[in-house]
């Protein structure tokens, strides 16, 4: 049996939390619809999604006001940890919520391969 994309994408994010350092991780789409997410049964996973969805938005519209471009990703320090907001291309954005005192350096680099990987599967016909 093929490999469907729900499939697909699961594989991207469980490889994505195994960088450590991550409490939670999903991927949404741009009308923050949640697509899928690994995130601790206290989290309302459609309400993150929701929320993550509406920062984006709030953040692209202000850099539009602004002229300085597209947004490409999103920190918000709290103090238990950084949330991480990255576009995965026109569709989707891959979120993940990061211990306080995690490696931002590694993370970010992570999230950037995998949103990459979430735009790609998402673009195939």
């Known amino acids: 049996m093929p490999e ?9 994010l469980a490889r994505f939390g195994e960088v450590g350092q991550i409490k939670a991780a999903g991927i949404v789409s741009k009308e923050g619809l949640l697509i899928t997410a690994l995130m601790p ?5 459609r309400i993150v999604a929701a929320l993550c969805s509406t920062i984006m938005a709030s953040a692209e519209t202000a850099s539009t006001q602004m002229g300085t471009g597209g947004v490409s990703d999103i920190h ?19 979120i993940a919520l ?3 005192g995690a490696q931002l350096g590694l993370i970010m680099m992570e999230i950037e391969a995998r949103a990459k990987q979430v735009q790609e599967i998402l673009e195939e016909v």
């Not at 994309?5 to 991207?12: F, H, I």
């Not at 049964?41 to 996973?45: L, S, V």
């Open 98 to 100: 990061a211990d306080s």
């Open 41 to 45: 049964p206290e989290m309302n996973e």
């Open 4 to 12: 469907t994309k729900k499939d697909k994408l699961d594989t991207v």
């Open 76 to 94: 918000v320090k709290t103090e238990q940890g950084t949330i991480l907001l990255q576009p995965a291309g026109e569709k989707a954005i891959l």
